[in-house]
């Protein structure tokens, strides 16, 4: 595909454009815990109080995958059961319809997010959880196979040169410069079925100090090569559901990213809707703290390259890592991109929602790994092995319908 082909969402190709569907049943739950069993989960704290539980089956496509070691996409789509409050550990049984009615086909547990995530073939499918005796059902939602529009696995050797190309810029961001740093495909390798993006010294410039100012701060760092792939000449996308499965670096003084920039890096002063920087994961590193998050945000530019920026580090992500470290394991990081709102997910699960600064144009995929002048301080020479590892990208066009419908139910018994 041309840069001038452009994905568009609104297109009516009914095949290759299935609709994002969301059932919600919301329940009014008047009586306490029965006597005999234990308040489990927040629903149960208060005795005797009214609690409203909310119950949603998302029909998504297979952005949910985590998981420590690289593994094949999926075409099956993904099912996920949300109930709030949340009661990790409650049982949530999947119940597809057949001929007879209902019939259980798969079971597992609530986790943090209150979620329970299946994978289930094409159908129509409801989900129920039970606590305390009583029972929630969702309204039921049809799944299907999922076709991406664009899809790299990063199989072979070698990145494809007719998808990525290398944004050798220096000094590319006015608020973040990278002085001591220039990108070059020696920072980063294809190997396993996955893209590795490093960060390296740069042999041109060995033993040579860089000398850098940020934030009212002076100081000195070798030069370095930074890894920023993007399709910025191939592949454009306006709209749909974009992800890719990662394992940030451990490394701190670096931040890995993924991210869309506008046909041509180019932004229409004080007007979103002709471009904007929709960052869809950054990772920064270890912390020594024990609380490192991701970022995500909505960037645009008034005049002046006066920077708006929407968004923020969102500790509510970190509900989805089971036990391990970020560096540890994959995740799929996505955006769903309609011309209304951003909506950005980790394995499915939503933690942030922007209706401000929507773009409408064609927009790129950049995959990177960088050091800013103001984290050159963090980085040591022993961390320049370090490396984000992205297993795949997908891009899948969600938005031809209604991308969501919402139906009230009632608790089942």
């Known amino acids: 595909m041309q840069l001038d082909s452009v994905v568009d969402g609104r297109a009516g190709q009914a095949g290759n454009r299935i609709a994002l569907l969301v059932a919600v049943v919301t329940v009014l739950l008047f009586s306490g815990v029965p006597q005999g069993h234990a308040a489990d989960g927040p629903a149960g704290r208060e005795r005797g109080a009214r609690t409203a539980v909310t119950a949603t089956l998302a029909s998504l496509p297979p952005i949910v995958a985590p998981g420590t070691t690289p593994q094949a996409p999926s075409s099956t789509g993904s099912l996920l059961a949300t ?8 049982r949530v049984v999947l119940e597809r319809r057949t001929g007879r009615g209902w019939r259980a086909v798969a079971t597992t547990t609530e986790d943090a997010w209150g979620s329970a995530a299946f994978s289930p073939g094409a159908g129509t499918y409801r989900a129920r959880a ?7 059902t969702t309204r039921a939602v049809t799944t299907s196979a999922w076709t991406p529009e664009f899809e790299d696995t990063f199989s072979g050797s070698s990145l494809d040169a007719s998808v990525w190309n290398d944004q050798r810029r220096e000094h590319e961001s006015v608020y973040a410069p990278r002085t001591c740093a220039r990108v070059d495909a020696a920072a980063r390798r294809v190997e396993g079925g996955v893209l590795h993006l490093g960060v390296a010294a740069d042999p041109q410039r060995l033993g040579s100090p860089c000398s850098y100012t940020s934030r009212g701060t002076s100081g000195t760092s070798p030069y370095l090569l930074n ?3 993007a399709t910025e000449h191939t592949r454009a996308f306006r709209h749909g559901i974009v992800a890719a499965r990662i394992k940030p670096q451990r490394a701190k003084g670096m931040h890995s990213g993924f991210w869309l920039l506008p046909q041509g890096t180019t932004y229409v002063d004080g007007v979103p809707a002709g471009g904007t920087e929709i960052d869809v994961m950054e990772f920064f590193g270890e ?7 991701i970022g995500s945000h909505v960037h645009y530019y008034e005049a002046g390259w006066d920077k708006v920026s929407l968004g923020d580090l969102f500790p509510a992500a970190r509900r989805s890592l089971d036990g391990r470290s970020w560096w540890q394991e994959f995740h799929v990081f996505s955006v769903e991109w309609t011309p209304r709102e951003y909506v950005f997910r980790i394995d499915g699960r939503e933690y942030y929602r922007e209706t401000k600064a929507v773009s409408q144009v064609p927009q790129y995929l950049v995959l990177s790994n960088l050091t800013s002048d103001y984290e050159l301080d963090d980085l040591s020479p022993d961390e320049l092995g370090d490396t984000a590892q992205v297993d795949w990208v997908r891009v899948f066009d969600a938005t031809s319908r209604q991308t969501s419908r919402v139906t009230q139910g009632r608790r089942t018994s």
């Open 227 to 229: 890894s920023q792939v």
């Open 130 to 136: 039970v606590r305390a005796g009583h029972t929630w």
């Open 83 to 90: 109930f709030a409050p949340a009661a990790p550990g409650r």
């Open 287 to 293: 912390n020594g703290r024990g609380n490192e998050t």
